[in-house]
């Protein structure tokens, strides 16, 4: 009997869908994540700095919201990377814990390290785990709980999605916890498109790594360049997508199954959902927190909610 792989299960479910899909964690093998630290710093891709300067801006506020009268608090941030935006919230806290849940082992090294160095009183654990399965909290300090998942990575979920994944926080959280969500905002179309499909062609090649892992990891035997990469808003649902479409007719093995992609066929690899402040705060409201108070930029593009469990 072989091991379970939930995302080779993910593939061969969404290859053999109609409209076929490719599970957007698939982006993230170490070339991927490369890619996306590029498009974080790109002209087009705003999410990333609208959101900082919210945390420059509104930091001690935010912190102030979530902390509320607890003396000592435990920041959870699954997904953490190397925990960079961790640092601009914990600087505000009566933090004892620091928990970053994360795949890559590289980064929660390093981000172990330069946090417990920044923040000595600070216990810094580190779990590699993959956050989407389940985990487990470790035995931490008596404190309030305070999960954080900035980025906009939560509009990455369908909204009935996102409200069990919030859920699920709101269980790790307990009662007497918080959380801190960074929520993109829906805002004029060919911004948001352009945002996922930048002149640079760093997205491009970020989409197609996708298939660049496949191959790689599963020898999967994809033309990478017989595919081209599209950004897609749908207005209707407010959301961007990315699709892969083929130039021409593929025939593909992944572990040891065919699938034909015929020309001008997609694989929609990937949705990002813009929230309005109502909506997301009936997404929040719908997982067991209410909305504290949010922060937004200057040109209100990003939000940064502060959550309560209700
Ligand atoms: C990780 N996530 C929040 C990014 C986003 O904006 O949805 C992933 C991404 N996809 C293309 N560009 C960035």
Redesign the pocket.
Known sequence: MTDPDPLLDAVLRGLSAEPKTLPPTLFYDDVGSAL?DR?TTLDA?Y?TRAEALVFDEHGPALAALVAGDADAVALIEPGCGSGGKAEKLLQHLPAVAYVGVDVSVEALIGGAGRLSLRFPGVQVVAIEADYHQPWALPELPPARKIAFFP???I??FDPADAVGFLAGLREVVGPSGAAVVGVDLWKDVEVLRVA?DDPEGV?AA?NRNALRHLNRRYGATFDVDGFAHESRVDVDRRRVE?HLVARGAQDVRVAGRRFRIEAGESLHT?N?YKYDLDGFSDVARQAGFRTLGWFTDPDVRFAVFALGAS
């Open positions: 996306f498009i891709y999410p980025g906009s990575t509009g990455n996922y997205t970020f990315m990937e990002a």
